[in-house]
Structure formats: structure tokens, C-alpha cells
């Protein structure tokens, strides 16, 4: 749980019921928002089944609700979780109403996911990859802890084409 200045941050398993809320999310915007949100893995506009293929059936990580006094305000995903390296991929964080973006939600979100994978997985570097068009994840997860893989960059094919894009790393006691 983290403290916010508006209330509490905090996770809970992601429920299909949940799927419609975050469809709701993700066509309320443009393809290319989503573009950045799923990468390649689903078109817009979003679906259940997409939802499911995104969703459902992970073997080695996690998909969360993000919630805020309770009520859900956003999603991400812990993917990837390797023991024999203790690394992990943090991917499609998301904060969906307008009106919780921008206010530190985010950060706070990814800062108890962290939290999760190292204290609770064992994982000591969890990744993840941002196009460099999308600021305020960069700023999120910056905020958060992340920092640029030096080295690490390039054109990341999603959907809508290809763009400018980097990878970040979080190393647990940093």
C-alpha cells in the first residue's frame, strides 16, 4: 500500500469483471494511445477477447487493478518473471480516467509493484520498454525508480508503425 496525498495506492489481483472498465479506458482514446499501451499485441479498438489474449493464461507473472481507496483506477503487469536471473518485465501500466492522470498515481502504482517483486518474488531488476513519445510514462516511471539502459534504445515496432524507444531498469536497493 502506498500513501498518497489523496488517499491509498494499491494492488489486487486483476478480475475479468474488470475487462469492460479498462475497454471503457482504452477507446475513450486513440489508437495510437493504445498503440503505446499494448505495443503490438492487440488493434483498436480493444475487445474482450483481446483483453483475454492480453490477460489471461500468464504462466510466469502477474496482472493487477490498480486502485485508489479501493476503487480501480488503473492496471498494470508484472511479465516475465525469470528466478535464475531475479529479473522481470513491468508492462502495460496504465492509469484510465483523465482525471487520475498526472497526479503521482502512477508512480505510486509502479513504486508497490517494485515493491511486490522484490520483496515478495525475489526479483532484484525489473525492466521494461517506453517509446520516447509517451513522456508521461517516462516521467512515471522515472519518478518511480527507473533509469535508462545505457546503450538500449531503438525503433520498437508497434501496431501504428515504428517509433523511437528505450529500455529502463529498476535495480532493488537503488
Known sequence: MQKHHDGYIELRPLRRADYTRIINWVNSESGEFMAQ????????????EQMEALYEGISNGFSYAVTLDGDMIGTAQLLSIDQSTKTAVLARVLIGAKEHRNKGYGSSAVRE?????????????????VLNS??????????????????????????????????????AGE
Request: glycine share 14%; net charge positive; hydrophobic share 40%.
Open 113 to 129: 509493484i517494485l515493491t511486490l517483486a522484490y520483496s515478495g518474488l525475489g526479483v532484484s531488476t525489473v525492466f521494461l520498454r
Open 37 to 48: 499501451w499494448t505495443g503490438q499485441d492487440a488493434s483498436y479498438p480493444l475487445t474482450v
Open 134 to 171: 509517451n513522456a508521461g510514462a517516462i516521467k512515471c516511471y522515472m519518478n518511480a525508480g527507473f533509469k535508462p539502459v545505457q546503450g538500449k534504445s531503438g525503433i520498437m515496432g508497434y501496431r501504428a508503425g515504428e517509433q523511437k524507444g528505450h529500455y529502463m531498469a529498476a535495480h
